[in-house]
């Protein structure tokens, strides 16, 4: 399997803001985490009023899966295990720069 990842597959995952926040929290953490723990820091973080479960089901069918296509994380369904990937540093590299330089990401 190849490591080697379009930088077009790379940016459309870090286009969405739930993506972002995943890259932001994992980015933060020394140990992997699981699907649990990001589900909580996500609706911490959310205005929206969806369940739980809607959270769960959209990082495991939609977010998680091109996280980790994009190499940006490693994400193990059957465990729900999710840590860094090969392009994590990248990823937080290019979020960094939005903040600084005050790019408004909606």
């Not at 140990?31 to 973080?45: D, H, I, Y």
């Not at 296509?69 to 840590?83: K, V």
Request: aromatic share 2%.
């Amino acid at each position: 399997m190849s490591m080697t990842v379009a930088p077009d597959l790379v940016l459309k995952a870090l286009a969405n803001q739930e993506r972002r926040a995943v890259c932001q929290y994992l980015a933060g953490q020394q140990a992997p985490v699981t699907t649990n723990e990001v589900v909580a820091r996500l609706q911490a973080q959310s205005a929206d009023s969806r369940s739980r479960s809607q959270f769960v089901v959209a990082l495991r069918h939609t977010h998680l899966p091109l996280l980790n296509e994009a190499n940006i994380i490693e994400y193990t369904r059957s465990t729900e295990r999710i840590e860094s990937g090969r392009h994590l540093d990248v990823a937080s590299e290019i979020l960094d720069i939005i903040s600084r330089d005050g790019i408004e990401v909606v």
